[in-house]
């Protein structure tokens, strides 16, 4: 059973910083992209960040590059995103995830597996 654990979030006022964690069972986690979205209320879930098997290569949406950075320890089958320079529309649950195959990492369907999210709240 693949279950993915996400951890970290909380209440942060603006220009704060937070470190989520996601640590993975159930899978061979170095096989697999792992990938963050956010959902804030009413939204559709949006992409934030995926970061390749071995880690090298990281993708960011626009909104967050230069503030988030992702990265993973395979031994640990933990996956991180370290968010500083927080703002008000950061605010959402964000959400861990874990695709083997995908073409572009930025479409949520294509994930194979999810966690449970974290909430994040900044305040301003």
């Known amino acids: 059973q693949v279950r993915l654990v996400e951890s970290g979030g909380g209440l942060v006022q603006a220009g704060g910083s937070l470190r989520l964690s996601c640590a993975a069972s159930?899978?061979?986690?170095?096989?697999?992209?792992m990938g963050w979205f956010r959902q804030a209320p009413g939204k559709e879930r949006e992409f934030v960040a995926a970061?390749?098997?071995?880690?090298?290569?990281?993708y960011y949406t626009d909104s967050v590059k230069g503030r988030f950075t992702a990265s993973r320890d395979n031994a640990k089958n933990t996956v991180y995103l370290q968010m500083v320079s927080l703002k008000p529309e950061d605010t959402a649950v964000y959400y861990c995830?874990?695709?083997?195959?995908?073409?572009?990492?930025?479409?949520?369907?294509?994930?194979?597996?999810w966690g449970q999210g974290t909430q994040v709240t900044v305040s301003s």
């Open positions: 995830a874990a695709v083997r195959r995908s073409t572009t990492f930025r479409v949520a369907r294509e994930y194979d597996y």
């Open positions: 159930g899978l061979t986690f170095s096989n697999y992209t």
């Open positions: 970061i390749t098997r071995t880690g090298i290569m990281i």
